[in-house]
């Protein structure tokens, strides 16, 4: 997998932010996912398909950055995770998704994208299809955290091998 797809969803991430929540997260390190466990209360995944371009990508967020977020999205302050917080963390990811096309589509790398999936509850699990390293990239923001997770799988395109990606810098 080479770095500038990763960087795709980096930059989806901080678009995002920059323009639905005003300002933007900052990255905090890379890594390779080890379990299955997710590192947040509740996470939406959504997934992508097409020629040469196939897998999934996952934000999962503490109840507090969730709930954050969806303050600033709606202007409702809550103090727990419900149906509404679901919906905004469901349509992140999928603005993010759309973002990542959007530059993989530049490229000639075409994929649908899936309706995204939200899960709710403590030490739940996010299964990637395939045996595709995840890469984990957590962020902070506004003293929040949360973390992506990229499942990409390229066929027909030049690829480094993954354990070159956590050493770089991007």
């Known amino acids: 997998m080479d770095v500038k797809y ?6 989806a991430v901080n678009n995002t932010f920059t323009t639905m929540l005003g300002s933007s997260p900052e990255r905090q390190g890379l890594s390779l996912k080890q379990h299955h466990v997710a590192q947040g209360d509740i ?10 371009a196939h897998g999934s990508v996952a934000l999962s967020f503490p109840q507090e950055t969730a709930l954050k977020i969806h303050a600033v ?3 409702e302050t809550l103090d727990k995770l419900n149906k509404d917080v679901q919906d905004t963390v469901g ?8 973002g990542a096309k959007t530059e993989f589509d530049q490229e000639g790398l075409s994929f649908h994208i899936s309706i995204p999936t939200v899960v709710v509850g403590k030490d739940h699990t996010i299964i990637h ?3 595709t390293p995840i890469v984990l990239l957590p962020f902070t923001w ?3 955290s949360f973390v992506m997770e990229i499942s990409l ?7 480094r091998p993954i354990r070159q990606l956590a050493g770089e810098a991007f």
């Open 142 to 144: 506004e003293g929040c």
């Open 129 to 131: 299809k395939g045996s």
């Open 153 to 159: 799988k390229l066929e027909g395109t030049p690829r």
């Open 6 to 11: 990763i960087n795709h969803f980096i930059s």
């Open 43 to 52: 996470s939406s995944i959504i997934g992508f398909a097409g020629k040469l």
């Open 91 to 98: 349509e992140i990811v999928n603005i993010i998704a759309g």
């Open 73 to 75: 999205m709606t202007g």
